[in-house]
Each structure stands twice: as structure tokens, then as C-alpha cells.
């Protein structure tokens, strides 16, 4: 073989070894980016965003049976089904039991905000005998004009012969995620209950 043969031959397996290696540069850069996203992804989803308040006067403890109901929908039925299933699954843990709304010590009422600022007022305009009667924290927001915003969960419980509101908790944006999303908001709402 000639040296112009020998150098023709190099240069072909030069390029071949260059494609190789930057096909596996490219490999490892759509790795490393999918890594990254995962872990971004997690991120968002680990720092969801739920706070609860009460009615730090009220004794938790007369409560035992509860029933829950839908009182905004959202719009997607089987989301609020899984919300209902998940908020039950946390209250029986804590040795509630579920029951008729007619002879249950509580009501649990779950609101959707599918609108952009949507009002405590509007969540009970089509519950009238409910209300959150300004129970508490400003986290929360003790007034009736406060908006959450589009994709929150809100979960009131009332005492049913008072039917005044004793505990809420909201979840932010977790209507817009997966099933997992709402179970892992039901757990944070309600590890500390009932409230000491």
C-alpha cells in the first residue's frame, strides 16, 4: 500500500472513530438532559404548596363521621372522584368513619378554582346554609373577597349542627397534575389533624 493509500485509509477510520465519539457526546448531552429534567420535575412536584388553618376554639374531638361532597367541580369527574377517595382514605386513617350526610358529626366540602380568582363567595353562592365565617389565619385569608387562583384545591370541614366551618385546607395548583399529585397534597393537608 502506498503512503497516500495509508493516509485515505487513517482519514476514513478517523472519521468513523470522530462519528462514534460524537455520537456518544450527543448520547451523553441527551442524558444528562433528560436527568436533568427528571430532576426539575421532581422538584416542582416535591414543593407543592398546601396550608391548613382552624378554628382554634373548636374541640375535634366530639367529631367522629364525616361525609363528603363536591361543592365547586372542576370539571373532570374522575379527579374529583380520586380527591374524594384520597381525603376519605386520609380521614379514615385518623378513625373517622364515613357516614350520611344527614347523621354525620362533619361535612367535608371540596371546591375546584377553575377560573383565575375565584372568591371564597363564589364557591358557596350554590351552598347557602355553608360558610367559612372567618375562622382564621391570613394565610388563608379571612375574608370573603380573597381569590385563589386556577387549579387549587379547597377543602372545608364543617360541623354539621353548627355548620360553621372549623378547619380548611388549600392545596395550590394541584388540580392541574396527576392523581399522585392530589394524594400527596391530601396526605400534607391533613398530617396534623385533627388539630391538638
Known sequence: ???????ALQSRCNRRIAAKVCLKEDEMKLRG??????????????????????????????????AIKIGTPWGNPAA?????????????????????????????VLHGATKTAQTFQAFYTALPNYGWHNVGAPLLANSDAYEYNAGTLVVDIFASKTKRA??????????SGSPERIDKATQKMFSDFPPK
Do not use: P
Open 1 to 7: 500500500m502506498t503512503g497516500l493509500g495509508k493516509i
Open 33 to 66: 438532559g433528560i436527568v436533568g429534567s427528571v430532576l426539575l420535575a421532581a422538584l416542582f412536584v416535591s414543593a407543592q404548596t398546601v396550608k391548613t388553618d382552624y378554628d382554634r376554639n373548636y374541640n375535634f374531638s366530639q367529631l367522629h363521621t364525616f
Open 80 to 108: 374529583q372522584d380520586h380527591a374524594k377517595e384520597a381525603i376519605a382514605k386520609q380521614l379514615t386513617a385518623k378513625g373517622w368513619s364515613q357516614a350520611d350526610e344527614a347523621t354525620c358529626d362533619a361535612v367535608v
Open 166 to 175: 372549623v378547619f380548611r385546607a388549600v392545596g395550590e395548583g394541584e388540580l
